[in-house]
């Protein structure tokens, strides 16, 4: 109950700042960043876009153009951790080349233990953090609640 009364002394429990203060420290750096990346993503689209829709091109030269383009927005976006995934997808482009009749388990294990030899293994954590999307921050999991708690 004091709680409560706390909370409704101090304005509802509602954070102290202006809404001046809320533009100027959350929403206009949220918008710069999110701007920077989201305005490569579009250049590159619309370079590819005019690349291979303005003329005739032939199928494996927009295809080259979309793996290049692609390989260039991964590069921004994971730097050096591109090479882990360019790796999956030649061993799955190849695995897919020779496997005829038991592809989506070939698929699922290629991708498995792909996974768990880049994490255990091969690649540096703040790299294959960035990479698989990690669904919990590495440095603190002695901070995450237990089971039972």
């Known amino acids: 109950m004091d ?18 203060e809320i533009l100027e420290h959350c929403i206009e750096p ?10 490569k993503i579009i250049i590159w689209c619309l370079i590819f876009r005019v690349a291979t829709q303005t003329t005739k091109v032939v199928p494996w030269l927009g295809h080259a153009a979309s793996v290049v383009s692609g390989t260039v927005l991964a590069c921004h976006f994971f730097g050096g951790g ?8 030649t061993m799955g482009y ?10 989506g388990l070939a698929s699922a294990a290629l991708v498995l233990g792909y996974n768990i030899v880049c994490e255990t293994w091969v690649a540096e ?7 698989r999307g990690a669904s919990h921050d590495r440095g603190h999991e002695d ?5 039972y708690d």
């Open 3 to 20: 709680m409560e009364e706390d909370d409704m002394e101090m304005g509802g429990g509602l954070a102290p700042f202006s809404v001046s």
């Open 82 to 89: 591109v090479f882990y995934i360019l790796g999956l997808i």
């Open 143 to 147: 901070h995450l609640p237990g089971f």
């Open 30 to 39: 949220t918008l710069t960043d999110g701007m920077k990346h989201m305005g």
């Open 94 to 103: 190849i695995m897919l080349a020779v496997s005829s009749k038991v592809r």
């Open 125 to 131: 954590p703040m790299v294959w953090h960035m990479v």
